[in-house]
């Protein structure tokens, strides 16, 4: 049946398709005919359907969405669930920690006292203020009412998708679907949601290759597929691939965040080759300016192609859709970007139906002639030369980037149950997320002020930042970089080598603090490995993300891991403490005029640093009581001779990054006046909390430097010293850790019975 007769449609005359219980994770669902589907633009199509369909539940209501507001949506939405859940209706909800991080304690316990079933999908806290689970979200939007309507596509339960909201107001598309289809997306929600599962059979596994456009002469037909991290990584991606290539006449896509991989790039400039007419309706006022520079990167490659490309700029583009020929669409979940292709849980449907092909058509080619601007290759861009150099590295690092991610150790993303009453809502650190705008009486003033001095410190630093890179003369710091001798330049990586070793000795200690039968051959690696990544890319990765992974396979365990990072963090900062307590006090670095930190400050700061680190050493020697719990990890006192060696390998260790540096900068400066700015930039580095202090290094050298030798001079040697110090050891401790995954694996294939 056409989706023209859906209007009139109401849930009392459509059959209910069969409810099934979960059988397999790993399914491949087909096509189901017989559908009545219909299109639903933006919340005001959206809302009230979805909402008369959830007041009308009977049985079971189950919705997954990546974001919820406290506004009159998100307020309208919660009260029709906790109705439902009091008439009696298995209400299972699933959030995604991130999308919905700032719901209220109030907002989680209204639902959860109602007996609705509430998850939260990979919870994380923030860290100085910042949410840092940015990766591998939930962000899949569906609804399925009493197994007999279902509703999937881009739109959140937030105001944002309203008109009224303002210019910022997104424009974006679901779907509404009744028929034998939707007991493919109940059966998939309630996988996800967590239902116990049955024996796998070969039958159910058996996956699809048929051609996506050869079908049958009958409309309604309608295929759930999706992503995720397992066994369908590729799925959605492969079927626009796949209907690209088969494409005939026409091409639309609608798309948010267009930045795809150079495959499907190539398939959509192959098919305008061929004399298909391919649109392209991409944002043009977007809600993230990324996403406007990121899909421009593409225009020309596109363009010259005969690709049509349009730029949507009433209001922000968040729908994700698209039309081959006169039969078949997609609406769903996913962009085209890494994050949706290769990292995020996404979930569309396929659509062979010849009335929704032909509304959605008309919609769009309203958007694209009447609201949109069209693109031409046949203006350069100001900047020709830089905005293609720039593009390029952008492009290919993009581009790579979710493999590269997956190579890196990950944890499980897991759903975490909300408990149901609501006194039971006592939140740990992990748990913490769900209640950062509830504010406590008992909240220190710190936590208030936190963010939003991080994020000052930061501003300052950048504004700064760009007034000293605007002064430089850039030639400059090319020549000096060409100038460089190949001696300076093995000297320094002789220095960092030393000093990669000597981090990797924290973990020595660490060996027999925790008294571990592990030798020399195996730490040595997982400190190199786990230091590389740790300057490069935060210590939740290198730090904690890799130790914990590579000290696991060594048969270490979780409590004994985490004293070992406890001992390296101590090591690192309180050998911080004394070199820096040292400098500091000492004079050797005098703050320019104006500065709010005079040197007198300085020093004072120099004799508080050697005070604690003095009272670490009394502590070891002599507090009476060894243990100690901090955020549920124990931690023993070590003796006074090890404490001693800490402060003293983590001193060196500072001295050496010092070192490098000081071996690439101009030789008038002296060594111990480096060594102090470079203490003085750690600590700013910590407080903006910027993977390798990224521009936050080099904006503290040239402000304290500048009026001993040139800008140009300094960068340069910065410059060096980045890809002495960050990018090639990081290379190399890739290279280290795919060869140790390597050998793990060998050697669990090796223990496997035969």
Not at 305 to 334: F, M, N, Q
Not at 475 to 484: G, I, M, R, T
């Amino acid at each position: 049946m056409s989706s023209q007769s859906m209007e009139k449609t109401t849930l009392d005359n459509i059959p209910a398709p069969p409810i099934r219980e979960p059988t397999a994770v790993d399914v491949e669902y087909g096509w189901q005919g017989s559908n009545r589907v219909e299109l639903l633009e933006n919340g005001e199509a959206y809302f009230p359907r979805v909402f008369d369909a959830l007041r009308r539940a009977q049985s079971e209501i189950l919705l997954e969405t990546f974001i919820v507001f406290e506004d009159k949506v998100g307020n309208e939405l919660q009260q029709i669930l906790i109705e439902a859940a009091q008439r009696g209706v298995r209400t299972t909800v699933s959030l995604d920690g991130f999308g919905c991080g700032e719901l209220s304690t109030g907002f989680l316990t209204a639902l959860t006292a109602a007996g609705v079933h509430l998850q939260m999908f990979d919870p994380a806290p923030k860290r100085l203020g910042i949410r840092t689970n940015w990766f591998r979200r939930l962000h899949r939007k569906i609804v399925v009412v009493d197994g007999s309507i279902a509703f999937i596509g881009g739109i959140n339960f937030s105001a944002d998708h309203l008109a009224d909201f303002g210019p910022e107001a997104k424009q974006d598309y679901s779907v509404e679907v009744q028929g034998p289809a939707v007991a493919d997306i109940h059966h998939f929600a309630l996988l996800q949601c967590g239902r116990p599962t049955h024996a796998k059979y070969w039958w159910q596994r058996r996956r699809q290759r048929r051609s996506e456009l050869a079908f049958s002469d009958h409309d309604g037909q309608v295929r759930l597929v999706y992503r995720d991290n397992g066994e369908h990584p590729s799925d959605i991606e492969e079927v626009y691939r796949q209907v690209l290539r088969q494409a005939k006449r026409r091409v639309v896509i609608a798309n948010a965040y267009f930045f795809p991989g150079l495959r499907l790039l190539r398939d959509i400039r192959n098919a305008a080759r061929r004399g298909v007419d391919v649109r392209l309706i991409l944002q043009g006022q977007p809600d993230m300016l990324v996403a406007k520079l990121a899909a421009r990167m593409t225009y020309d490659y596109l363009l010259r192609s005969g690709v049509k490309i349009y730029e949507y700029c009433d209001r922000p583009l968040h729908g994700k859709v698209a039309l081959v020929d006169e039969d078949w669409s997609t609406v769903g979940s996913s962009n085209l970007d890494p994050l949706s292709l290769s990292m995020n849980l996404e979930a569309n449907v396929l659509i062979r139906d010849r009335g929704f092909n032909r509304v959605l058509f008309d919609r769009l080619e309203d958007l694209s002639d009447n609201h949109c601007k069209a693109m031409s290759h046949d203006i350069p861009p100001r900047g020709r030369v830089w905005h293609m150099t720039i593009g390029f590295l952008v492009f290919h690092f993009l581009r790579h980037f979710p493999a590269w991610a997956g190579w890196l150790p990950a944890h499980k993303p897991r759903l975490k149950p909300i408990p149901l009453r609501p006194g039971a809502l006592t939140m740990n650190r992990a748990e913490s997320h769900m209640a950062t705008d509830a504010k406590s009486p008992g909240k220190s003033h710190w936590s208030r002020w936190k963010r939003p001095l991080t994020m000052l410190f930061f501003l300052m630093l950048i504004v700064l930042f760009t007034m000293l890179a605007q002064r430089l003369e850039w030639s400059e710091v090319f020549d000096n970089l060409a100038d460089f001798k190949v001696r300076t330049l093995i000297i320094a990586s002789g220095l960092t080598l030393v000093s990669f070793l000597v981090y990797a000795c924290f973990d020595l200690i660490g060996r027999t603090y925790i008294r571990q039968n592990l030798t020399w051959k195996q730490i040595l690696p997982v400190g190199i490995i786990s230091y590389a990544f740790n300057l490069n890319l935060s210590a939740w990765v290198g730090g904690i993300a890799m130790r914990y992974r590579l000290y696991s396979r060594l048969g270490v365990s979780k409590s004994n891991i985490a004293k070992i990072l406890g001992l390296s963090l101590a090591t690192n900062w309180f050998g911080y403490m004394v070199i820096a307590g040292a400098v500091f006090s000492s004079g050797l670095v005098r703050m320019p005029p104006g500065w709010k930190l005079s040197s007198s400050a300085l020093q004072g700061v120099g004799v508080l640093l050697l005070l604690l680190s003095a009272g670490y050493l009394v502590a070891c020697q002599f507090a009476k009581r060894r243990e100690w719990a901090i955020r549920g990890i124990e931690i023993d006192l070590p003796s006074l001779r090890m404490a001693v060696l800490q402060l003293t390998l983590g001193a060196l260790n500072w001295s050496l990054m010092a070192a490098v540096i000081f071996t690439l900068l101009p030789s008038k400066l002296d060594y111990p006046l480096v060594l102090g700015v470079l203490l003085i930039s750690a600590i700013a580095g910590v407080i903006t909390h910027i993977p390798a202090g990224l521009g936050v290094l080099e904006a503290v050298f040239v402000a304290l430097l500048q009026h001993e030798v040139s800008r140009g001079s300094l960068v340069a040697g910065l410059l060096a010293y980045r890809a002495i110090y960050f990018i090639l050891p990081l290379l190399i401790a890739l290279v280290m850790y795919l060869l140790v995954e390597a050998k793990a694996k060998a050697l669990r294939i090796s223990r496997k019975p035969k």
